[in-house]
């Protein structure tokens, strides 16, 4: 085997040990059930994994943190429909910050960060409001507000360290 092959098979290898270590922790995370200390976790790693796999991987690796939410109790069964809105957020998150990340990390953070809130907020709203009473509509999507900011933001930030610790950024 000739140099170049040996150095591609540990490149290959090295992307599936990546990509395998990102999705188990993308199934695991989830089973902490506290959303402030879920949502960062989770947020940081579909940063992380944009930067060390790729958006498309990451896309793939964020369709599964909301699904183990869901059925590890995490997400109160009356979310179930906001599933899809929850997984295009994440999606939403990956692609704005994966075409800002190589301009400014912090600026593609922030942005992608806050256009995932926007989306999931404003989908959680009216999704709420037409399965649930409006007296309980606003108790049950305030997890879908602020803290999805919040949790975004405070992702970016752990990913940052993480990224820097292993000379991603």
């Not at 069964?77 to 957020?89: K, R, S, V, W, Y």
Request: aromatic share 12%; glycine share 4%; no cysteine.
């Amino acid at each position: 085997m000739l140099y170049s092959e040996k150095a591609a098979a540990i490149e290959k290898t090295s992307a599936l040990i990546n990509f395998a270590a990102a999705l188990g922790i993308a199934v695991i995370v989830p089973l902490f059930h506290n959303q402030l200390a879920t949502g960062p976790i989770i947020n940081a790693l579909f940063f992380i994994a944009v930067i060390v796999l790729g958006a498309e991987k990451a896309l793939f690796i964020s369709l599964i943190p909301s699904v183990i939410a869901l059925s590890a109790g995490l997400l109160p069964i009356i979310f179930a429909p906001m599933i899809p809105f929850i997984m295009i957020g994440n999606a939403i998150l990956i692609l704005t910050f994966n075409s800002l990340k190589d301009k400014n990390y912090w600026i593609g953070v922030v942005l992608s960060s806050f256009l995932k809130f926007i989306f999931i907020y404003s989908s959680s709203f009216i999704v709420i409001n037409l399965i649930v009473k409006k007296e309980l509509a606003s108790n049950i999507s305030s997890m879908m507000s602020w803290p999805q900011l919040l949790t975004a933001l405070m992702g970016g930030v752990l990913a940052y360290f993480f990224l820097k610790i292993i000379k991603k950024v």
